[in-house]
């Protein structure tokens, strides 16, 4: 019966180190765990600030583009403008025999 007893002490004592030492590979698996995480999700929001500032850099581009575009529009109407006018003068001049 003592021996008996003892060999349950020793079996249980083998499982519970067993345990202790899985506890602690659990724990070093979780904190590696939890730090890959932190890592990921500080990256995540490095890439989303990346993101938006790329989306506000392109819709100032897309504002600038569309400035320059009605600058151009209005410029070439005015070249246009002046074109006609010339070409009007022109015409006045060779028909008044100048």
């Known amino acids: 019966m003592e021996q008996d007893l003892k060999s ?3 079996d249980s004592e083998a499982e519970l180190a067993s345990l202790d030492q899985q506890l ?3 724990n070093e698996r979780r ?8 890592k990921k ?3 995540l929001r490095n890439l989303e600030s990346s993101i938006s500032t ?9 504002e600038s583009s569309d400035s320059l ?3 151009m529009k209005k410029e070439t109407s005015e070249v246009r403008k002046f074109i ?11 028909n008044s025999g100048g």
């Open 8 to 10: 349950q002490i020793n």
């Open 24 to 26: 602690q590979l659990l």
């Open 31 to 38: 904190i590696a765990l939890m730090h890959d995480i932190e």
């Open 41 to 43: 999700k500080e990256a």
């Open 54 to 62: 790329a989306e506000v850099s392109f819709q100032k581009l897309v």
């Open 69 to 71: 575009i009605a600058y």
């Open 84 to 94: 006609r006018e010339t070409r009007e003068h022109l015409k006045e001049d060779e």
